[in-house]
Structures are given as C-alpha cells and as structure tokens.
C-alpha cells in the first residue's frame, strides 16, 4: 500500500524575506518569497522595519503557497519554522504565527536552525541537481555566517571551522559601500568583477589559524586601499571600478578555497557542498567547478533559489524531522544566535 504524502508547510522570516513554502515528501511545490525594498535607502536592513514588514507579508505569502501547491490546510502533515539564528523581531513573527497555525490544526510543529536548512538544501529533489554522500564537507556563506561544516547526517553536524570576526557576506557589503555601491552591493561587485582584472591590485589574505576565517582586516585594507587612491586621483573608483571590484572578489574567493583545501587535507573527504545567500556569487561558483577537475573534488552548487533566504530550505529540514518525529514543544522559543 502506498504511503499518504507528507505535506509540510515550512515559514522563514530570519532577516528580510518572508517566505512560505509546501513540500510533499521532499519535493517543493510552492516556495513563495517576499522580500523588502525599504532597506535599500538606509544602506542595511533596518530591524524595527523589518519586523512590520514581516507583519504585512506573512499571511498573504502563507496563503498563496497554500492555495498553489493545491492543497487545503487540512492536508498540512505539519509546520516548519526559523527558530534562529537570525534577528529577533523577525523571526517571532515567523515562529509566533508558526506556533498559532499548528495549534490550531493540531499538527506537529518543527523548529529549525536557519544554517542547518542552508546545508540541507542540497537534499531537495530537485531534477538534474545531485545530492551529496555522507559524510561530506559544507561551506556555508552568508551575510551573517561563514563556516566550515563535517556534515556526518542528517543531525550530525560539526563546524570545523568559522569566521572570527566578520562574516564574508559583510566583506562584500561593506566593500561595496566603499565604492559608492548601493545596497546591498555583494551582487553588484559580482556583476562588475565579469569585467575586470582579477589581478590588477592585490590585497594581503589574513593570515587565521586552522580552519577559521577572519574579514575585518581585509575590510580595513581596502577602505585604506580606495582612500589612498582616492586622494591622488578623485576619478579612481570611477576609472577602476570593474578591476577593484575583480580583485576584492578574487582574494575573496581565494580565502574560501584556501581553507576548503585545508579542511580536505585534515578530513579526508572531497565532496563539497555550498550554501548560503553568498553561494549565488559567480566567482566562488567559477572556482569550484573548476575545483572538479583541479583538485578531483565532487562539488555541489545548490538551484539559485535556495541559496538565498527561503522557506523551500526550512521544508527540507522539517521533512526529515518529521520522518524522525523530531518535533517541537509548543512553548520553543525563537533564539537570535543558535547553534547546531
């Protein structure tokens, strides 16, 4: 006989974006994004602004995801949310209404670490995209977060190494800031460094012990670096912007892989997985492919739309929850800073 479909109805509301998905099994069905122009004129998201606007989104978007996957609330096996990390007005909005809806249909509630769910997104079925063996080794890179993960299971994670200081994420936003780029400006360094030299300037790589990271430094180098230049010649952003934009990315990108390399060398394990809204980054993309063939690595680059924030991800995780009735007490708590 034929087992009824697992319908689960995943909520993510970390930061900016909020997001309702339905995934029957593994499969995503709906994976419905809202996210939030009004922190463009600020130059970073905005807390307070945030959370309304979470407070506007999150029952038309819950709505519409139900309504096009098909189903009825009936049907909800049960419902996924961020637990954390992330920031706190926005992610009560999204645990808050979570908790309320599984109350009132008397189903299963899973509380989910956002950083776990970008590492499981490599498990969504999805057509032509590859699912990692275990174990295997994640490097999870966002505007918060930069890590190093063992990934033994499901549930068995292990960070092996992360960022002392600032997240990689922050380096590109920050850099572009210095540029004059608005925000947020990781994406618009991509787009510009297509064009330029990699190795028109060059910036010193922190020197970090083991498996962690360290940002600040190199943030430091090219605030000096751009108003040095500046002073000489006020056109230098202008006349350079594409070959400033290829060098920040390259040592960027350098950084990462110099210490993936390390982490293969001491585990012994060569399938690299990516995730994190930083993984959308052509550069570090580019250089994993090219690490197939380079270094024999199996890399895995997730679809575009589950890299950065989304719920699709957070339905992942709760589906293998569920399948393990690893459910959450009704009275769990959302937590800004949340561990594995």
Not at 145 to 155: A, C, E, M, S
Not at 265 to 284: D, F, L, P, R, Y
Not at 302 to 321: H, L, R, S
Request: proline share 4%; glycine share 8%.
């Amino acid at each position: 006989m034929e087992k009824s479909p697992i319908y689960i109805l995943a909520i993510e509301s970390s930061c900016d974006d909020t997001s309702a998905a339905i995934l029957c099994n593994d499969k995503v069905i709906t994976n419905v994004v809202a996210s939030q122009s009004i922190h463009q004129k600020y130059g970073g998201v905005v807390p307070e602004l945030a959370s309304r606007a979470h407070q506007q989104n999150i029952v038309p978007v819950v709505d519409i995801a139900i309504k096009d996957a098909g189903i009825t609330k009936d049907q909800i096996s049960g419902i996924a949310f961020t637990q954390g990390p992330g920031l706190m007005g926005s992610l009560l909005v999204g645990g808050n209404f979570a908790k309320s809806l599984a109350f009132a249909l008397n189903v299963p509630l899973i509380a989910v670490n956002h950083m776990h769910a970008h590492i499981l997104a490599h498990f969504i079925d999805e057509p032509g995209y590859d699912k990692p063996k275990f174990p295997f080794l994640a490097l999870t890179i966002s505007g918060g977060h930069t890590q190093i993960v063992k990934v033994n299971d499901f549930f068995n994670l292990e960070i092996l190494g992360e960022t002392t200081d600032d997240a990689v994420g922050e380096a590109f936003d920050k850099s572009a800031k210095l540029l004059g780029l608005p925000y947020p400006g990781g994406p618009l360094i991509d787009k510009n460094a297509k064009f330029g030299n990699p190795k028109a300037f060059t910036f010193t790589k922190p020197k970090v012990d083991g498996l962690n990271f360290s940002f600040s430094g190199l943030k430091t180098q090219i605030m000096y670096f751009i108003q040095k230049n500046v002073a000489e010649n006020p056109n230098f952003i202008e006349e350079n912007m594409n070959d400033i934009c290829a060098s920040i990315q390259f040592t960027i990108v350098s950084i990462l892989m110099d210490k993936l390399k390390m982490a293969v060398k001491e585990t012994g394990i060569n399938q690299i997985a990516i995730g994190g809204g930083v993984s959308a980054n052509s550069g570090i993309r580019q250089a994993l492919l090219d690490a197939q063939t380079k270094y024999k690595w199996k890399t895995f680059i997730p679809k575009f739309e589950y890299t950065t924030d989304n719920a699709a991800m957070i339905g992942i995780v709760g589906y293998q929850y569920y399948l393990n009735n690893k459910f959450a007490k009704k009275t769990v708590t959302n937590q800004a800073r949340l561990e594995f």
